[in-house]
């Protein structure tokens, strides 16, 4: 089944802590994606790569890293955590021919930041 | 520059009527525009999208939506609500740049009362 996955799907930790939120596809894409999802704000990119080794910044990148060193994979990091990046992070992935722009969504993980 | 403008951040409607979700964009380029649904604690998955074949684009689950140029808009209907209707629902754009990204809507949560 073609799919994105993220994990975990549900984390709390505490200020400081660092963290990694791991995203992996099955369906070859060369392009990868993460975005922040806040109430009344829609969903925003955090980052993006258009292929391994090929990364860059989003709307909203302060405070957060990533790396592609695996075309399935897009892991995004945050090194020092803060309450502000409380929020619902989605990975997406979408292949490049054809330049459709239909990405495919992970199922979120939900990161509390106390 | 691209943007999406969804209004009413919550639409109630009896089982049975019409749904209307309304979505209006800004691009100064023909867009490539997509309908998302969020159901509680999933993804997003993919209702339709428009990348200029048709106006009027048929979906999932009996959705469509009708590409409007004059009017710069991307209004979602379904003629018959269900109560497995419920869910949050994202307009979006594809932004025509090197980020490939989507930018969102703020989301219309839909509700439907027996």
């Known amino acids: 089944e073609a799919q994105v996955t993220q994990n975990p799907r549900y984390l709390i930790t505490v200020t400081g802590k660092k963290l990694t939120v791991t995203c992996s596809q099955n369906?070859?894409?060369?392009?990868m994606s993460w975005y922040r999802q806040d109430p009344g704000l829609g969903l925003r990119q955090i980052y993006y790569?258009?292929?391994?080794?090929?990364?860059d910044k989003g709307d909203v990148p302060e405070g957060y890293k990533v790396s592609r060193k695996e075309k399935r994979n897009f892991p995004l990091i945050l090194e020092s955590p803060s309450p502000n990046q409380t929020s619902l992070y989605f990975c997406a992935s979408s292949s490049l021919a054809g330049r459709s722009y239909e990405q495919y969504f992970g199922p979120g993980t939900r990161l509390t930041v106390t | 520059a691209q943007s999406v403008t969804q209004l009413g951040s919550h639409v109630s409607v009896s089982e049975g009527a019409l749904v209307l979700l309304r979505c209006n964009y800004s691009s100064s380029v023909p867009p490539y525009l997509f309908w998302y649904v969020q159901y509680p604690n999933q993804g997003l998955q993919l209702l339709l999208k428009y990348t200029s074949a048709a106006t009027l684009v048929k979906g999932i689950n009996g959705f469509e939506a009708e590409f409007k140029k004059s009017e710069t808009s991307f209004h979602l209907t379904k003629p018959s609500a269900h109560m497995s209707d419920a869910a949050e629902y994202f307009c979006?754009?594809?932004?025509?740049?090197?980020?490939?990204?989507?930018?969102f809507g703020s989301g219309t949560r839909l509700l439907v009362r027996p």
């Open positions: 369906m070859n894409h060369e392009y």
């Open positions: 979006a754009v594809g932004k025509m740049d090197s980020s490939y990204k989507l930018i």
């Open positions: 790569s258009m292929n391994v080794e090929v990364t």
